[in-house]
């Protein structure tokens, strides 16, 4: 069984989704860690990422996997495990530029489907009930406030020792949020059969327990 969580950044997809899956006994994909792991590679590689011919020429060569663990999948770049350096804003603002790219969308998405074909899974993004797992038999998609996502991303890096503004979070929040909803491949947006969370005013167990209860009840076939 599939099961999809997408929204935007700062819904509480990762943390919920996670947990979600640790409570079902499913496999977890971040599959912003491998949009993640391409712009880290990016940045290596000095590509430029606005660039789509020098994107889809380079990418071939860019070694990138998706290795399933006891609970979630691990992100490997060149069999390296990447997850240390790819939360911050500098590769945020990378992969989300990297994301409207074709070609990054297309390398990845055969990596994702083969994540859903190995078992029971929770698969967090922006598509993965649109364009990833279109047959998915659970959906889901957490939204909250602007504000509410940018207080809680700013926590997350306060918390994680960087020191950022609060007004810059918001500011790279809301220049995300334009290119993902704005790009002509695969925008963020709800599928048609997701359900709507908004989680502005829900503790993460509040929502945790409510796609558990939806989950099992899809499962009972209820
Ligand atoms: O969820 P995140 O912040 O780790 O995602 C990083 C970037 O990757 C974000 O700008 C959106 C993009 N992304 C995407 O386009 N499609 C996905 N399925 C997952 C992430």
Same mark, same amino acid.
């Given at each position: 069984m599939v099961v999809t969580v997408d929204g935007p950044g700062g819904a509480g997809k990762s943390t919920v989704s996670r947990a979600l899956a640790d409570r079902l006994g499913f496999a977890f994909l971040d599959t912003g860690a491998l949009y993640?792991? !391409? @712009?880290?590679? @990016?940045?290596?590689?000095? !590509?430029e990422a606005v660039d789509p011919e020098a994107v889809a020429a380079w990418l071939p060569g860019v070694d990138i996997k998706a290795q399933p663990g006891p609970h979630s999948f691990q992100v490997l770049l060149q069999g390296r495990d990447v997850e240390p350096f790819i939360r911050n804003e500098h590769i945020s603002q990378l992969a989300s530029q990297l994301s409207s790219q074709p070609a990054v969308r297309t390398k990845l998405l055969e990596l994702q489907r083969s994540a859903g074909r190995a078992g029971d899974l929770v698969a967090e $993004?922006?598509?993965? $009930? &649109?364009?990833? +797992?279109?047959?998915?038999? @659970?959906? +889901? +998609?957490? &939204?909250?406030?602007? $504000?509410? #996502?940018?207080? #809680?991303?700013?926590?997350?890096?306060?918390? @994680? $020792?960087?020191? !950022?503004? +609060?007004?810059?979070?918001?500011?790279?929040?809301?220049? #995300?949020?334009?290119?993902?909803?704005?790009?002509a491949i695969s925008p963020l947006r709800p599928a048609a059969d997701a359900e709507i969370v908004d989680t502005s005013h829900l503790s993460f167990g509040q929502v945790v327990e409510h796609l558990y209860q939806q989950v099992t009840r899809v499962r009972q076939g209820l």
């Open positions: 993640r792991a !391409v @712009a880290l590679a @990016a940045s290596w590689d000095q !590509v $993004g922006r598509d993965m $009930g &649109t364009v990833v +797992f279109p047959d998915a038999e @659970a959906k +889901f +998609f957490l &939204t909250a406030s602007q $504000g509410e #996502r940018a207080r #809680r991303r700013w926590l997350e890096l306060s918390q @994680a $020792g960087q020191q !950022v503004e +609060f007004d810059e979070v918001l500011a790279d929040l809301e220049k #995300r949020d334009q290119r993902d909803e704005e790009r």
